[in-house]
């Protein structure tokens, strides 16, 4: 099985950027597919960003597409989310996920292991 640590979250700048971590343990990375999703308050868990386990393959929300980069070093077994252009409606809990199989899924109910999330808060 798979542990994800998120790192990384914090106060951002409306307009700033922050990079966000997804480092993971305990199985063949590289054959997972990984997805950021969020939650803000009152809100459900939302998809934002997927990639699939080789990589080429990546998938946005309309929300961050243009702003949001999702990449992955699978040697060193971590997933990355490079945010800018940062608004304030991207304050969230941020959580990776992870599927076997390689391919991208938007949904919650799609992903097996999880981590337990990183603050990010926007000001403007």
């Known amino acids: 099985q798979v542990k994800l640590v998120e790192s990384g979250g914090g106060l951002g700048q409306a307009g700033g950027s922050l990079r966000l971590s997804c480092a993971a343990s305990?199985?063949?990375?590289?054959?997972?597919?990984v997805g950021w999703f969020r939650q803000a308050p009152g809100k459900e868990r939302e998809f934002v960003a997927g990639?699939?386990?080789?990589?080429?393959?990546?998938a946005y929300a309309d929300s961050v597409k243009g702003r949001f980069t999702i990449s992955r070093d699978n040697a060193k077994n971590t997933v990355y989310l490079q945010m800018n252009s940062l608004k304030s409606e991207d304050t969230a809990v941020y959580h990776c996920?992870?599927?076997?199989?390689?391919?991208?899924?938007?949904?919650?109910?799609?992903?097996?292991?999880w981590g337990q999330g990183t603050q990010v808060t926007v000001s403007s």
């Open positions: 996920a992870a599927r076997p199989a390689g391919a991208i899924v938007e949904r919650v109910s799609g992903y097996e292991y």
């Open positions: 305990g199985g063949l990375f590289s054959d997972y597919a």
């Open positions: 990639i699939a386990w080789r990589g080429v393959s990546t």
